[in-house]
């Protein structure tokens, strides 16, 4: 089994920053695909930003220019640089890993338990 989990959420004033942070341990042979994605009450889960293992990045337009995604291979972690934040960034954020247990496995997806940003002044 894999397990994410996320850190670095909180409240924080519109024009303000955060990072967050997800680490995947457990039984990990290769991370394809590392990402976040968001999900606001009443509303569907939506991508933000992902990041292949080859560091190729993709971001939802809505935040694109103030979210930077990176990851530290190494140490199966990814990182979400959050700068500007507005109200509408309000949501839970999911980490999310497309990743091999082992070789010749399938892709497994795997989420974390979400953390709470919440922008507000």
């Known amino acids: 089994q894999v397990q994410l989990v996320e850190s670095g959420g909180g409240l924080v004033q519109p024009g303000g920053s955060l990072k967050l942070s997800c680490a995947a341990s457990g039984r990990i042979f290769r991370i394809q695909t590392m990402g976040w994605y968001r999900q606001a009450p009443g509303q569907e889960r939506d991508l933000v930003a992902t990041?292949?293992?080859?560091?190729?990045?993709n971001y939802a337009d809505s935040v694109k220019g103030r979210f930077t995604i990176s990851r530290d291979n190494g140490k199966n972690m990814v990182y979400l640089q959050m700068n500007s934040l507005k109200p509408e960034d309000t949501a839970v954020y999911y980490c999310?890993?497309?990743?091999?247990?082992?070789?010749?496995?399938?892709?497994?997806?795997?989420w974390g338990q979400g953390t709470q940003v919440t922008v507000s002044s």
């Open positions: 999310n890993a497309l990743l091999l247990e082992y070789i010749g496995d399938n892709i497994r997806n795997y």
């Open positions: 990041i292949t293992n080859g560091v190729s990045t």
